[in-house]
């Protein structure tokens, strides 16, 4: 929570109920789960796979209050102010029409209630030092999520799209995370140098004839050329929204 939901928190109170829309494995809907008390949770994700990951996640955690199950972001299984609070991290950079989007969190979530974002900013990213070998993944990944209906720059355009959906009372913040330590080095360069060799979207780039398997192993040793360098860092920006129903 404090590292990818701290906005949130001071929001998060005994007894409410909880929508987390494109949950994932659970992570952080296990952890809204320890700070409602007797409140409800829900995480739902369009992926089958990492439902049961959640599941599993919340079993081995004890989390009786949370539950999980597959839905879409884009026609969720749930009437009309089911919710107190509707969170989804991570998310809206990925789905084609964000504002139909959030419109549908905003129709789930009661009158009085909060809808809260949070999402990266691709094109805000900055790291030191700079391999020329890890150069192009940024382009190559912003080509192919925009090709998939994507919009990596989600960060700063969230209060816009908000306010496409028709919400009026938006507060809007922003954070970051860094990425400096060794520890945290190697694991944003497996993370992030990994993807561009072995994922869908390494497929999706040489598909789409951006890039050959060979320049993605290029850009996969930039990677791990800078996750070595003992100046090695990072920055991730992300904007935020809470928004009010």
């Known amino acids: 929570m404090e590292n990818s939901a701290g906005y949130l928190v001071p929001f998060l109170r005994d007894g409410i109920s909880v929508l987390d829309v494109g949950c994932g494995p659970g992570t952080i809907t296990v952890e809204i789960g320890a700070r409602v008390g007797d409140g409800r949770v829900v995480g739902v994700d369009s992926a089958a796979g990492v439902v049961g990951e959640a599941v599993r996640l919340a079993a081995e955690r004890g989390a009786g209050n949370v539950a999980f199950e597959v839905a879409d972001v884009g026609a969720l299984p749930f009437p009309d102010g089911a919710f107190d609070v509707v969170h989804a991290h991570q998310v809206l950079q990925h789905v084609s029409d964000p504002v139909a989007a959030l419109r549908e969190m905003r129709r789930v979530a009661r009158r009085g209630g909060i809808v809260a974002v949070?999402?990266?900013?691709?094109?805000?990213m900055i790291w030191h030092p700079r391999p020329p070998e890890m150069e192009p993944w940024r382009d190559l990944y912003t080509a192919v999520a925009r090709e998939a209906g994507g919009e990596p720059d989600a960060g700063r355009r969230l209060v816009s799209w908000a306010r496409q959906a028709g919400f009026t009372d938006v507060?809007?913040?922003?954070?970051?995370?860094?990425?400096?330590?060794?520890?945290?080095?190697?694991?944003?360069?497996?993370?992030?140098?990994?993807?561009?060799?072995?994922?869908?979207?390494?497929?999706?780039?040489?598909?789409?004839?951006?890039?050959?398997?060979?320049?993605?192993?290029?850009?996969?040793?930039?990677?791990?050329?800078?996750?070595?360098?003992?100046?090695?860092?990072?920055?991730?920006?992300?904007?935020?929204?809470?928004?009010?129903?």
């Open 118 to 124: 949070r999402d990266a900013d691709y094109g805000g």
């Open 171 to 245: 507060t809007p913040s922003a954070s970051i995370w860094c990425f400096a330590t060794p520890q945290d080095r190697a694991w944003w360069s497996a993370s992030w140098g990994g993807r561009m060799v072995r994922s869908d979207i390494a497929d999706r780039v040489v598909a789409a004839g951006h890039a050959t398997r060979a320049d993605l192993d290029r850009v996969h040793a930039g990677w791990t050329a800078w996750a070595a360098a003992d100046d090695g860092w990072f920055a991730v920006p992300h904007g935020e929204i809470l928004c009010r129903t």
